[in-house]
């Protein structure tokens, strides 16, 4: 049932290229984004003032990467908002919103009653969902499903990387009926997003030094992520990955936020992964990791094969992924934060598919 392996959740770490072909190719058809029994019309998506998005946990963190991903694309303000604190906080949404719920298992209770409650408040909702028939694509308005096939491991990975690939390909939708993506840019981001799961497999090809790594680092008592934009958001799922599983104390970071604050915990060994997948942003991660070198942390670097030679200056060590398109990276770049935390937990003898205290399904407040 593990396919042989060991783990649910390093199976589910190496299914993702097909997860993700699967997740993509009914998508697309003659190079363009069709979404069949979709209800959104251009004039409905022309009308909307703002998007919302509401999840929990890893899903919150894929509504993370695509607030930075349609801000850009359809320059329309996107929110993203944590369910538990959505049905609470008196929020602003009316028929001019539209709600995008995340959810891998779709019975989430605070994604479930945030979704009824942006319903009740007149909100159009659309939800990306995995397992079929479930409460919350039963009850939004509209669902895309991702089609990740049965996750086990209590730790998201497969599912993760199919809900990033729907919320491209909405983007890629909407910003086709608002006519703020060009048209090569159009193009240039399908082709490529064509081309991640034979990227992803490449990445999944040359895990052993991530393995590597994870030998050096797996001791640790604390450990810091930091990037800056998209790089951020991956920051968030590549922490909550590692606490989850393996107990080690961690934190993901807007690396420009450090210096206010953070930057006190910084002490001799303590590692810093360090992305730095935006090539606009590169010269400001390098003079991030020259600050947190200079306290005596230990940086392992992430970025794209144009830039490696360039980190490998200033990092302790390096993990080079394929380059991408800039808004596509994220697919490629969480993938070796996955690795990373599984081969820690399996150094450090942990319950990888079931970590203590959580469950997969989260069906209470
Ligand atoms: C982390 C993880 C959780 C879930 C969260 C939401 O690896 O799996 O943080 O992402 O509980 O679950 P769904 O997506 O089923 O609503």
């Given amino acids: 049932e593990k396919g042989g392996y060991e783990h649910f959740m390093f199976k589910e770490i190496m299914e993702q290229p097909k997860a993700v072909r699967d997740t993509l190719s009914p998508r697309i058809k003659n ?3 069709v979404f069949e029994n979709l209800s959104l019309t251009e004039e409905y998506v022309r009308s909307l003032n703002r998007i919302l998005i509401v999840a929990c946990g890893s899903s919150y963190h894929v509504g993370m990467n695509a607030k930075y991903i349609m801000e850009k694309l359809l320059r329309k303000p996107v929110e993203v908002v944590l369910a538990s604190e959505f049905r609470y906080c008196d929020p602003i949404v009316d028929e001019s919103s539209l709600v995008i719920v995340i959810s891998q298992s779709g019975e ?3 994604t479930l009653a945030a979704l009824r409650e942006a319903k009740r408040r007149g909100a159009r909702t659309l939800a990306v969902v995995n397992v079929v028939g479930s409460s919350i694509a039963k009850e939004a308005n509209d669902v895309i499903y991702t089609w990740a096939g049965p996750e086990i491991a209590v730790a998201t990975t497969k599912a993760y990387s199919t809900q990033l690939v729907i919320l491209y390909l909405i983007t890629l939708r909407f910003g086709e009926l608002l006519g703020t993506i060009a048209p090569e840019e159009y193009d240039a981001i399908v082709a490529e997003l064509q081309r991640i799961p034979s990227k992803i497999e490449e990445i999944l090809e040359h895990r052993e030094k991530i393995q590597y790594y994870a030998s050096i680092y797996f001791n640790n008592s604390s450990i810091f992520f930091i990037g800056r934009n998209l790089d951020y958001a991956i920051c968030m799922e ?6 989850e599983i393996s107990y080690i104390h961690s934190e993901a970071y807007a690396a420009g ?3 206010h604050g953070t ?6 060994g303590t590692l810093v992964v360090a992305m730095a997948n935006h090539g ?3 010269d400001k991660m390098v003079s991030n ?3 947190v070198k200079a306290r005596g942390a230990d940086v392992l670097g992430l970025t794209g094969a144009k830039h490696a030679r360039a980190l490998e ?3 302790d060590n390096v993990i080079s992924i394929p380059e991408t398109h800039e808004i596509l990276m994220p697919s490629l770049a969480v993938i070796p934060l996955q690795l990373f935390s599984y081969y820690v937990a399996l150094q450090r003898g942990c319950d990888i598919d079931k970590p203590r205290n959580l469950a997969k399904s989260v069906t209470v407040e």
């Fill in 280 to 282: 606009r942003l590169f």
């Fill in 289 to 291: 990791i020259k600050e």
């Fill in 313 to 315: 200056q200033v990092a």
């Fill in 263 to 268: 930057i006190s915990l910084i002490e001799d």
């Fill in 108 to 110: 989430t209770a605070d």
């Fill in 31 to 33: 190079g363009r984004v």
């Fill in 238 to 243: 590549g922490s909550l990955k590692l606490k």
């Fill in 257 to 259: 936020e450090l210096k």
